[in-house]
């Protein structure tokens, strides 16, 4: 069974600094699909960045991108010149695909990082 | 484009008694999940719907039971609700689109007290 891991359950950064989030996965596939989702005060999930494990360049979303490192089996997210509203819950998520093609398996969710973001 | 809905918004219950948390999703979106969310524990699958008319298991069905109405309306049912199913609850649906495969959409959660 896949496995998801945050090592980090707490992290804080200063206004404008960079940080990084650490996630760590387990799985005998060779082809699946790796999230970041934040969750802010208000409760929502937002999806912050996707991964394709097929493709080897890191995906980037403005101020987010990841370290995909496929054979270590580790997806890091990165997150330059924080601003206060990044204060959030992170979850990585992993899925693989479903049995057919095109279709999905269900995400498996890490326990997440708490990251305060300080003026 | 609202996205996805929950309704209620919150809720107290007694042991024992029963009660439907509602989802809607208008982005024509097959798939359809269910997730509670406990502190320390992340977001585990309850219950999800790969397309209109079929419903599987997650990684905590027990307590809960669920109905994929139509394609946009996925309700979760707790029969007999316990002190241990108090938490917060998400629907989510999710893109089949190859660009996106497996983006997951939420909604803003249903905080459920038991007593």
């Known amino acids: 069974a896949q496995t998801v891991t945050q090592s980090q359950p707490e992290m804080s950064v200063q206004e404008a600094e960079t940080v990084t989030l650490s996630c760590t996965y387990d799985?005998?596939?060779?082809?699946?699909?790796l999230f970041w989702y934040k969750q802010p005060p208000s409760r929502q999930m937002i999806l912050v960045i996707r991964q394709e494990a097929y493709k080897q360049q890191n995906a980037t979303e403005n101020r987010f991108s990841v370290n995909f490192q496929k054979a270590a089996k580790s997806f890091s997210l990165k997150i330059s010149d924080s601003q206060l509203g990044d204060t959030a819950m992170y979850f990585c998520?992993?899925?693989?695909?479903?049995?057919?093609?095109?279709?999905?398996?269900?995400?498996?969710f890490g326990k997440g990082t708490k990251l305060s973001v300080k003026p | 484009n609202a996205g996805v809905t929950q309704t209620p918004k919150f809720q107290v219950l007694k042991t024992g008694q029963s009660m439907t948390l509602q989802c809607a999703q208008d982005?024509?979106?097959?798939?359809m999940y269910w997730y509670r969310q406990d502190p320390g524990m992340g977001l585990r699958l309850i219950y999800y719907s790969a397309s209109e008319g079929t419903t599987d298991k997650g990684e905590v069905p027990n307590g809960y039971n669920v109905s994929r109405l139509n394609k946009r309306e996925f309700s979760l049912r707790l029969e007999s609700a316990a002190p241990s199913q108090t938490s917060v609850y998400f629907c989510?649906?999710?893109?089949?689109?190859?660009?996106?495969?497996?983006?997951?959409?939420f909604g803003p959660g249903t905080r459920l007290l038991v007593l």
């Open positions: 989510a649906s999710s893109e089949a689109t190859p660009q996106r495969l497996g983006t997951q959409y």
């Open positions: 799985t005998s596939e060779s082809n699946y699909y």
């Open positions: 998520a992993f899925m693989k695909p479903g049995p057919w093609e095109g279709s999905q398996g269900n995400l498996i």
């Open positions: 982005m024509n979106h097959n798939s």
